[in-house]
């Protein structure tokens, strides 16, 4: 979300992005872009004293109207650094609902931070209001919180019929073989175990279905997932992670989003702009993205999740487009990435004046 919000920003906003640690894959896309990026090469918590020298040097040099700080490591140094260095405007920005569950000393971290939000910013952003409202609960600052959601390309997710027939070619599918896509790297937040398990009940009751699976981990080197999909290997395609996901969302024909937790869930987002129908689980902000009770099951809920998608293998074709073409529609007027930007320009304007 931060290289799509500064690559589309107007030219008369200047962004220098500093990553606490190297360059990584994402930095050099960043550059790509023709949008400077210093790094400052942090590899462990014992980094943090003297990445904060550096990073106070970096803020006196570069005179920033506006400090934007992207997680808790940078909410924290990024933002102590600034104010010592007399920078007022500082927005951080908190991108997950879920503060446990992660270890006792990054719990207490984010408790830091919740006291810290009081002194250190003038605004805390959020990216969903689950997350706004986990956060405000352990101790962040109510009277600075705003939430501003991801945005969407609505160029680049939306159907494409030569890319369904190619996958669906690559993968020996027909254009009719009912095709459920999922998306998302294998932790246990992500619950696979659950989805798998609503794929198999379908298939074991007779129902023709096939599960395309995307994500780091999932593929069939992971001994877990094959251990549950064992019996009907035939039914999954494992790809582990891909770089244009857009094509995998044409070539299937409804989208599940099966976490435990999730602040603002992107995969749905572009699965819903993508023209696809879709179904999620009560996970952070997923239930108001998708607005469809129909669709929407509890999290952990694999039967509540069969039905779903046994409801959605029984319409035609045609209905299955117009649900799809609800779902774009949605995006369009409530999370594109042209009124995201907007929304972050006004904030920072608004920040200098």
Known sequence: MLLRLVGNMRSNFKNVVISLTDLGKLGEQFKEEGIEVLTLGAQSFFDFPSIFLDL????KQLRPDVVQTWMYHSDFL???????????????????????????GNYWFRRLCGLLSYIVPRTVLFVSDSAKLAHERNGYCPRKSQVIYNGFDLERFRFDQAARNDVRKSLGLTENEFLICSVGRFVPEKDHP?????????????????????????????????????????????????????DFLSCAD??????????????????????????????????????SPEYTVNAGDS???????????????GERKSLGAV???????????????????????????
């Not at 106070?56 to 803020?59: G, M, V």
């Not at 976490?259 to 879709?278: D, I």
């Not at 998608?309 to 035609?316: A, D, I, K, T």
Request: proline content about 2%; charged content about 25%; overall charge positive.
């Open 56 to 59: 106070r040097k970096l803020l």
């Open 78 to 104: 990024g933002g102590l650094a600034a104010r010592s260095v007399g920078i007022k405007n500082i927005v951080w920005n908190v991108r997950n609902t879920k503060l446990d569950g992660r270890g006792f």
């Open 194 to 246: 659950t989805f798998i398990k609503a794929v198999r009940s379908l298939v074991d009751s007779g129902i023709d279905v096939s599960a395309l699976m995307i994500g780091r981990g999932v593929d069939w080197d992971n001994a877990e997932i094959v251990d549950h999909i064992r019996g009907v290997e035939k039914n999954f395609h494992l790809l582990g992670p891909q770089k244009e996901v857009q």
């Open 254 to 291: 409804v989208f599940c989003l099966h976490s435990t937790t999730e602040g603002f869930p992107n995969v749905l987002g572009e699965a819903m702009a993508a023209g696809l129908p879709c179904i999620t689980t009560r996970a952070g902000d997923a239930e108001r993205i998708l607005n």
């Open 303 to 317: 039967e509540g999740l069969a039905e779903a998608l046994r409801r959605v293998r029984e319409l035609s074709g």
């Open 327 to 353: 779902n774009r529609h949605r995006v369009e007027g409530q999370f594109s990435l042209s009124g995201t930007v907007a929304q972050f320009e006004e904030l920072y304007r608004s920040l200098k004046g």
